[in-house]
């Protein structure tokens, strides 16, 4: 059964810190995606892969980056963190153009 | 610009109802995807159905069933006989033919369903 495995399932960091969160998947695949998802606002586009070291901007990247240095991990980075920053990240990996996403269970990070 | 709204922040039902998730999108494409997510509480997000726009037939599996009409950009679903295994947040999502990198969703549809 193909998999996204997200590192940790909660996290709880200081505001300041810097904050890996950690994306892997065994199928492959080319494409990976991090979202953030926050009631009210369903899930908002933070970065996207499309190969190792290809990075491209989503909609929020703005206190985010991301490095995929293998095909397999996609991690997504709070340079440092905020409260603001408070959310459930969701991981997704695809195989190509038109092909459905499969999604990590996601990370739920909070920032004091 | 493309927009998925679903208006339906929580509904609430009893098991046994047949209870329907809108969905409208906007999108200036003319070659689209459309796609169901649900979301239980384990929080992955799992595909139910995806869409392309030129595929208007109604699509049924088991008690699940999505309604496209294009002439009102809406990708309705209906749940029959709902269970509480169903409860969830649903959501509608959006990609365009010329950017199929993204996905745009919508806001979701928390679904609780009573026994």
């Known amino acids: 059964d193909v998999k996204v495995t997200q590192s940790s399932r909660y996290l709880v960091k200081r505001t300041g810190e810097k904050v890996f969160l950690e994306c892997v998947q065994d199928?492959?695949?080319?494409?990976m995606f991090w979202y953030r998802q926050d009631p009210g606002l369903g899930l908002r586009l933070i970065y996207f892969?499309?190969?190792?070291?290809?990075?491209e901007k989503g909609d929020i990247p703005e206190g985010y980056s991301v490095s995929r240095e293998k095909k397999e991990r996609f991690s997504l980075i709070l340079e440092s963190a905020s409260t603001n920053q408070t959310s459930m990240y969701l991981c997704?990996?695809?195989?190509?153009?038109?092909?459905?996403?499969?999604f990590g269970s996601g990370t739920r990070l909070t920032v004091v | 610009a493309q927009k998925v709204t679903q208006a339906q922040t929580e509904i609430s039902v009893v098991e046994k109802e047949d209870v329907t998730l809108d969905c409208v999108y906007e999108?200036?494409?003319?070659?689209?995807?459309l796609f169901w997510y649900k979301q239980p509480p384990s929080g992955e997000l799992v595909f139910l159905i995806r869409?392309?726009?030129?595929?208007?037939q109604n699509e049924i599996s088991g008690r699940y069933s999505w309604n496209f009409q294009k002439s009102t950009s809406s990708f309705n679903f209906t749940i029959t006989a709902s269970q509480v295994v169903d409860s969830a947040v649903y959501f509608c999502?959006?990609?365009?033919?010329?950017?199929?990198?993204?996905?745009?969703f919508g806001t979701g549809t928390r679904l609780q369903v009573f026994p």
């Open positions: 997704a990996s695809r195989r190509d153009r038109g092909a459905v996403d499969t």
């Open positions: 199928m492959d695949h080319e494409n």
């Open positions: 892969s499309y190969d190792v070291k290809m990075k």
């Open positions: 999108t200036r494409d003319t070659t689209y995807y």
């Open positions: 869409r392309n726009s030129f595929d208007e």
């Open positions: 999502a959006l990609s365009g033919s010329y950017n199929t990198d993204k996905l745009i």
